[in-house]
């Protein structure tokens, strides 16, 4: 507890000798003493393949590793840290990442307060490179939070008491395999299945014969056929299952806006839903939307995202790629005001360099520490 309390003295103390610094250089002319360095923001970065702990298989992909793009943004001595997760069905790679990465030139912003100014830059660089910019954005929200000395959950006004319970993703595997997945998920409150497969009822009824946690599903676009989806739903509900994420694929709209209307439980949209215009195309169409950092380009937009689904009277899960503790810190800093949280992507890897939030009890636990509340274990930059 000592050694706790030490070391978040030692935090707000680095906070404060930050906050000073920064002043200094934004002391302009009146005190010729203190002149303005001139420096900008310095961007690196360090791909970092992350090594999974079970072969992840989904419904139309299975893998053994992730590749990750580690950044780092400094500014006045003090450092943020982002990620981007890129699993490879989503169109990114580490060479992808540097090219967008080295293409910017951030050293012309001199406040890092100019948040909407420099994220709208990273984001007019090229299109696409979602999860790129979200390496950016995170670092960002990292250093500025560092600088006022404050987490974002408290920036934004939330109580950190309100994170959700998060789900466990239980993958499509042999029974056997599914029994040990489902031990291993014992401090959860809630398991999250991947079905879309041939085996759907088969995997439910594996699961249930060792639990009876709620559980949500994630179908991956796997089903076609709207009205055997919908026959689908039905026996999940009698199943215990809390909502369906994505049953069908993406282009579906109007199979799937029909689904939702006769659903009797809620349906998620995730794949079809990327960035903040998406949010309005799923009114209707979905009754919530699964926010991920890498898909929306990062926090920034993520917290837009998430105040206008919820105006629209929509439900919001905020969930994860495979990601180190890094980009999970960052998410569940909005999850509080989500209804659902599936942020389990760095538990699932075996080479996380940080630590962040936690799970007690199956809730997510936030940390007190500025930023996105983080501690760098293995000094990568
Ligand atoms: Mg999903």
Redesign the pocket.
Known sequence: MNSRRNFIRTASLSTLVGVTGFETVFAGTKDKKKKPSGKGLKLRFLPHDLLLKHTFTIANSSRKTTPDMLTCLEFDGIFGYGEASMPPYLGESVDSASKFLSALDLSQFKDPFQMDDILAYVDSVAPGNCAAKASVDIALHDLVGKIMGQPWYKIWGFDPADTPNTSFTIGIDTPEVVRQKVAEAAPYNILKVKLGMATDKEMVETIRSVTDKPLCV?V?QGWTDRNKALDMIHWLKEKGVVFV??PMPKTAIDDMAWLTENSPLPTIG??SVQRLPDVIKAKGVYNGI?IKLMKCTGMREAHQMLTLAKSLGMKVMI?CMTETSCAISAAAQLSPKTDWADLDGNLLISNDPYSGVQVVNGKMTLIDLPGIGINNLQKLF
């Open positions: 994630d991956n994420e994505q995730d794949e699964n969930g």
